[in-house]
């Protein structure tokens, strides 16, 4: 069975005060796996799309990196406005159009001013 | 380009009540996946539609149905609520079943007493 396991489960950060969010993942052959950032009381919004160990992709102050075993979200110098819930996700390799998205549980980051 | 919309954006119902939820993709979406977001269980995928057929289903028991319709638009029943199911109903949506990256609506709060 699929699993994603997101660390830390919250985190508060001082503004400007970089650091880095965990996904690690076990899927029997990763097809993508997806950051979402979620506002409270709103649905996740799509960030980032990784699809091979290697891989990097950045936007603004966040940045996402993928390994055989682990993604991370490095955020560079964050902002209060960047606090949000940041979900993991991943799509494991099968049928055609076999689509099921597995979820973390999330990390909440709080950056204070 | 609006995005994916949902309704209502909240509802209160009863154990034991049946209750209809309402999806409306991106405009050129075909594929529509349906999602239950609790404290405890976090993101959970409940089943997937393109070209108004279910593509995927979720470890989900069979009071959670669904339907699409030709224009694409999505609905999810739930019947005999329990107190369980209170939950955040999110619904996704990507342009066909090739492409992996789904974007959310809003979602519907859904409270059962």
């Known amino acids: 069975e699929d699993q994603v396991t997101q660390s830390p489960e919250a985190l508060r950060l001082q503004e400007g005060e970089s650091s880095s969010l965990n996904c690690s993942y076990t899927?029997?052959?990763?097809?993508?796996l997806f950051w979402y950032r979620q506002d409270p009381g709103k649905g996740p919004e799509f960030l980032f799309t990784?699809?091979?160990a290697g891989e990097e992709k950045e936007k603004e102050r966040l940045k996402a990196t993928l390994t055989k075993k682990e993604s991370f979200l490095h955020i560079t110098a964050p902002k209060p406005e960047d606090s949000a819930t940041y979900l993991c996700?991943?799509?494991?390799?099968?049928?055609?159009?076999?689509?099921?998205?597995?979820f973390g549980k999330g990390t909440l980051l709080t950056v204070n001013p | 380009k609006a995005g994916v919309t949902q309704t209502p954006r909240y509802l209160i119902k009863t154990r034991g009540q049946q209750v209809t939820l309402s999806c409306s993709p991106i405009?050129?979406?075909?594929?529509v996946s349906w999602y239950q977001q609790t404290p405890g269980q976090g993101l959970q995928f409940l089943f997937e539609?393109?070209?108004?057929?279910?593509?995927n289903k979720g470890n989900f028991p069979g009071r959670f149905s669904g339907r699409q319709f030709s224009n694409s638009r999505s609905e999810m029943n739930v019947s005999t609520l329990e107190l369980g199911d209170s939950a955040l109903y999110l619904c996704?949506?990507?342009?066909?079943?090739?492409?992996?990256?789904?974007?959310f609506g809003p979602g519907t709060r859904l409270t059962v007493t």
């Open positions: 996704a949506s990507r342009r066909d079943i090739s492409f992996y990256e789904q974007y």
């Open positions: 899927v029997s052959g990763l097809r993508g």
């Open positions: 990784l699809y091979s």
């Open positions: 996700a991943v799509q494991a390799t099968g049928g055609g159009s076999n689509y099921k998205l597995t």
């Open positions: 405009s050129g979406h075909r594929s």
């Open positions: 539609y393109f070209s108004e057929t279910q593509r």
